[in-house]
């Protein structure tokens, strides 16, 4: 049992390093002992997320059964069922290790079975509620493992940081969403600078989209805002980790607009020289100090 223990903490391990880049390093930052957890929930959330991105080419139906079969298999483990699954083991592990709430994963879960079938969504009010299961729980999923001086107060702070890198990968991904027939960005706030799906689908980033991804990036600073005071009350050990996923996810905005908002021409990322730093002043950073997005 521990020797498939220890195999299904290197699977989700592996599926953080290739997929997770930028939250990836963060965790490099962490204790050896947080590290293998915060995987096993990445890989967790990672691979419900392929069995919905990488089956497109199936029908619906078929695709929510995979979903299905797979959340089963999870749900049978929580029961205490065995399994031979390649990754279940650790996210199980992890969650009787730190008493995880289940009705997170239930949450998870269930916004992922929207993916297969909701492609738009009309309100910001709207896309929240998608969110509040693919990112928010994440944050909160995150807090015992990360530990925390106060985590009631800690609490909002990590469901919104989970808002703002959620919205900060849609906005740096919306060629890539069209791609698979979504669109993330509310229609409400297409509307608003006259913008439709089909002028998006045209992949020429028009004065009209680019004014439409400064204000959406203006939104997810409102987010990393009201983030920043849970990084100081997480476990010191943690601190480091958190202060980098967050400058760094942050910085992706700063790279979008430097390319002038331009999300169709190339995929905006933090330059390698500026994610060692990050790292570096963030190991750095004496405990406790605040944080906020780079000027």
């Given amino acids: 049992m521990e020797t498939d223990l220890a195999a299904a903490y290197e699977r989700c391990r592996e599926l953080h390093r290739e997929h997770g880049r930028t939250y990836y390093l963060a965790t490099r930052l962490l204790p050896a002992w947080k590290r293998r957890h915060v995987h096993a929930l ?113 609490r909002e702070p990590a469901r919104q940081l989970g808002f703002a890198f959620q919205l900060t990968n849609f906005i740096r991904d919306v060629a890539e969403d069209l791609e698979r027939g979504r669109v993330y960005l509310p229609e409400e706030h297409l509307a608003e600078f006259g913008v439709t799906r089909r002028i998006l689908q045209q992949g020429v980033a028009t004065p009209a989209i680019k004014a439409l991804i400064k204000a959406e990036v203006a939104r997810a600073r409102e987010h990393y805002a009201l983030a920043a005071p849970g990084i100081p009350l997480l476990e010191p050990a943690s601190q480091a980790c958190m202060r980098t996923a967050f400058q760094l996810y942050g910085g992706i905005l700063d790279e979008i607009e430097a390319i002038d908002y331009d999300v169709f021409g190339r995929r905006a990322t933090v330059p390698n020289h500026r994610r060692a730093a990050v790292a570096v002043r963030s190991l750095l950073t004496r405990p406790g100090t605040p944080v906020q997005l780079a000027a």
Avoid: C, Q
């Fill in 42 to 154: 990445y890989g967790f959330t990672r691979y419900a997320d392929e069995i919905v991105d990488r089956t497109e080419s199936r029908p619906s139906a078929e695709r929510a059964a995979l979903l299905t079969a797979w959340s089963n298999r999870f749900l049978d483990g929580l029961r205490g069922e065995p399994t031979d699954d390649e990754l279940l083991p650790a996210v199980l592990h992890t969650i009787a290790v730190f008493d995880l709430d289940l009705e997170d994963f239930e949450k998870f879960l269930r916004s992922m079975t929207m993916d297969i079938t909701v492609t738009s969504y009309s309100t910001y009010a709207d896309l929240l509620e998608y969110m509040e299961g693919s990112a928010a729980v994440i944050g909160t999923m995150m807090l015992p493992i990360l530990g925390s001086s106060d985590p009631v107060a800690a």
